[in-house]
């Protein structure tokens, strides 16, 4: 049972320094992906409401570079918040000049009492699946605007559906991220269905399936050809004469046979018959949203910022949190195009290059050398894969980056690992960092190490 009082108590300590620091110069510090990029747009929203002025600096991962990169640009800022990240570095954190505020959600390192931490495991809630810095910088915001907050509501299950923390029955939300939930559908923000879950119910259903990302669908996501050949190979008219038909167009034993199918084409794909029935469940729309908007479904507004998070557009998808929409939104749908068509390259990749083996209880997919890949797409690729891995398996994908080479490494099975744990006394071990969550995980290790870093870990698998 958690201990909700002394997580409420925290964040009252921190809704505290901020109002110490009001009107003055702030810091906020995230990471890049869906639940980072909502809890900024969350605290940044909040802080520009108390007059501060707000600077962002996003970041992959707190390595040894990123710390000293942060203690120069850090510096004469009074207030300093860390979002999605930075309990893995509380003494790096405590040593910087300003009053040092953490949100994190990832597994905890060394505390340090110089600065004002929440994080749910602290407080025995579990921060994998309950709770997500969007839903912190959420509560947050509710110590500082009172019940007003709740507009936030939206931004928060966002960045938790982006963090995939849909662990609940029929993929719903849980824990405190139910309760956040629930908060925006009594305010009539947000309403849950239990539906066929294939995005734009209102656009063309070529293209609502093309977009798909979660789950990912070979030979269709990123292609509206192989959709429309798919849609026409299970006997349904994607189109009456020139109009395309939407999903909302469709018959009720039409929703049906698409649904079947889609889960047959998973399960061929490697699929379990779990994630292959990912396609029906509930979902999360956001009601001011156009019901024609990439940003109605929540699970589709955390896509788009993860796509443009990873491929760098941080700007765009802060925008878009913050509120921008016409030419902004479109350009940042373009970059999800972007996105997509690089994942199909990646997993082409895999399929047809032998980059794939198996140490021990390890599975390698080894896309170092691709120059179209950069390390943030690592997690994204290393979270589809893991959905066709079979058996109690560590996967790990290897990418390319500029201070040595992504890790990214996911649990598939029930194997008895605590990966956040695993990779960060590893990664250092090898002189580099990582950590993460009891599932999944990132790590960052010099160029020269991966063979050691993947013998440590292929020992640990078989020895766990």
Same mark, same amino acid.
């Given at each position: 049972m958690g201990d909700y009082e002394n997580l409420k108590s925290a964040l009252a300590t921190a809704a505290n320094a901020i109002d110490d620091a009001k009107g003055q110069r702030?810091?906020?510090i995230s990471h890049y992906d869906a639940d980072g990029l909502s809890a900024a747009s969350i605290t940044i929203s909040a802080l520009i409401a108390r007059s501060f002025i707000v600077h962002v600096l996003i970041l992959e991962q707190l390595t040894q570079a990123a710390l000293s990169r942060l203690e120069g640009v850090a510096q004469g800022y009074p207030l300093i918040l860390a979002l999605d990240m930075g309990s893995s570095a509380l003494p790096a954190f405590s040593r910087l000049e300003g009053r040092v505020i953490v949100l994190d959600h990832h597994q905890p390192g060394e505390k340090s009492g110089e600065v004002i931490e929440v994080n749910p495991h602290r407080f025995e809630i579990n921060g994998s699946s309950e709770i997500s810095s969007s839903g912190l910088a959420y509560l947050l915001a509710k110590?500082?605007?009172g019940e007003t907050a709740v507009k936030y509501a939206p931004l928060a299950v966002v960045g938790a559906l982006g963090d995939r923390q849909d662990v609940g029955r029929r993929f719903k939300l849980v824990g405190l991220n139910e309760e956040i939930a629930r908060e925006g559908v009594n305010a009539r923000l947000l309403? %849950? !269905?239990?539906?066929l879950r294939i995005p734009g119910a209102k656009r063309p259903l070529v293209k609502s399936l093309a977009s798909m990302l979660d789950p990912f669908l070979p030979g269709i996501t990123g292609d509206e050809g192989g959709a429309l050949s798919f849609l026409k190979s299970i006997?349904?008219?994607?189109?009456?004469?020139?109009?395309?038909r939407t999903l909302s167009d469709l018959?009720?034993? %039409? !929703?049906?046979?698409?649904a079947s199918e889609l889960v047959k084409r998973l399960i061929s794909m490697g699929y379990s018959v779990t994630e292959a029935e990912r396609i029906y469940g509930a979902t999360y729309v956001i009601l001011s949203e156009p019901e024609d908007s990439p940003l109605h479904d929540a699970r589709e507004y955390a896509q788009l910022l993860n796509a443009n998070g990873r491929l760098g557009f941080h700007d765009l998808a802060l925008a878009i949190g913050l509120g921008a929409r016409g030419e902004v939104l479109l350009r940042a749908v373009d970059i999800v195009g972007q996105y997509r068509t690089i994942l199909a390259k990646a997993f082409k990749s895999v399929r047809e290059e032998n980059l794939t083996k198996d140490v021990a209880g390890c599975v390698i997919v080894d896309l170092r050398g691709k120059s179209f890949l950069n390390e943030r797409m690592s997690g994204a690729i290393a979270s589809i894969l893991s959905l066709s891995i079979k058996g109690n398996k560590l996967l790990l994908v290897l990418v390319d980056s500029p201070e040595g080479v992504k890790v990214s490494a996911r649990k598939c099975g029930h194997?008895?690992?605590?990966?956040?744990?695993?990779?960060?006394?590893?990664?250092?071990?090898?002189?580099?960092?990582?950590?993460?969550?009891?599932?999944?995980?990132?790590?960052?290790?010099?160029?020269?190490?991966v063979d050691q870093f993947v013998k440590l870990l292929a020992r640990e698998v078989e020895e766990g």
């Open positions: 702030a810091l906020v110590e500082l605007e309403e %849950e !269905r239990m539906e006997g349904i008219e994607p189109a009456v004469g020139e109009n395309f018959k009720t034993d %039409e !929703r049906k046979r698409l194997a008895k690992l605590n990966v956040g744990k695993l990779l960060s006394r590893l990664a250092s071990e090898v002189g580099g960092v990582g950590g993460g969550h009891e599932n999944a995980g990132g790590a960052t290790i010099p160029a020269n190490s």
